[in-house]
T-cell receptor
């Protein structure tokens, strides 16, 4: 069983809707990540939070807005998405030690469909 | 340009037929190479971390090895439940907080 929990598992939204994806981990990790994965493609990094601060934004459009309320929670707020944003959104976490980070542990993902 | 390439893209094996998957990388300052297994519609499941050339890790029917340019995932006597997409990923000094994934190898093991 994964120790990174993502909700909801499935989400269908229109292009004018506002929704959020949520992620929670209880492994004491201080780095958290959002990845986007399209069918038959590898995960692509979107955002990295380290000690609750945004450290990497891979030039993601502003219609995706990440938030890290505390060390265990990570949200991804969605607004005015496009059909091409339909994908599996994966949350991951990792240890931070000596300025470097280790292996990622992933949640089951949130399958997003934009109509 | 930093790259991670996996081969083959797809592999079909008979149950019990051993084989190897390849992950080659061209990054500067490798800080870790990871292997993951991903089932359809699920998040990647962590398998191994390798840090330096010559290192090996084993888990059940899987063995991962690392050289200065590539990593291999050896699958010994696979079973149908080993069918999945296997992803390798690297963390390197140019972007140590990033983990960059290869394109994956889809493995199918036939009974």
């Amino acid at each position: 069983d994964t120790e990174v929990t993502q909700t909801p598992k499935h989400l269908v939204m229109g292009m004018t809707n506002k929704k959020s994806l949520k992620c929670e981990q209880h492994m004491g990790h201080r780095a958290m990540y959002w990845y986007k994965q399209k069918a038959k493609k590898p995960p692509e990094l979107m955002f990295v939070y380290s000690y609750e601060k945004l450290s990497i934004n891979e030039s993601v459009p502003s219609r995706f807005s990440p938030e890290c309320p505390n060390s265990s929670l990570l949200n991804l707020h969605l607004h005015a998405l496009q059909p091409e944003d339909s994908a599996l959104y994966l949350c991951a976490s990792s240890h931070v030690s000596g300025g470097s980070t280790g292996e990622l542990f992933f949640g089951e993902g949130s399958r997003l469909t934009v109509l | 340009e930093d790259q991670v390439t996996q081969s083959p893209e797809a592999l079909r094996l008979q149950e019990g037929e051993s084989s190897s998957l390849n992950c080659s990388y061209t990054v500067s300052g490798l800080r870790g190479l990871f292997w993951y297994r991903q089932d359809p519609g699920k998040g990647p499941e962590f398998l191994f971390t390798l840090y330096s050339a010559g290192e090996e890790k084993e888990k059940e029917r899987l063995k991962a090895t690392l050289t200065k340019k590539e990593s291999f995932l050896h699958i010994t006597a696979p079973k149908p439940e080993d069918s999945a997409t296997y992803l390798c990923a690297v963390r390197y000094s140019g972007g140590y907080q990033k983990v960059t994934f290869g394109t994956g190898t889809k493995l199918q093991v036939i009974p």
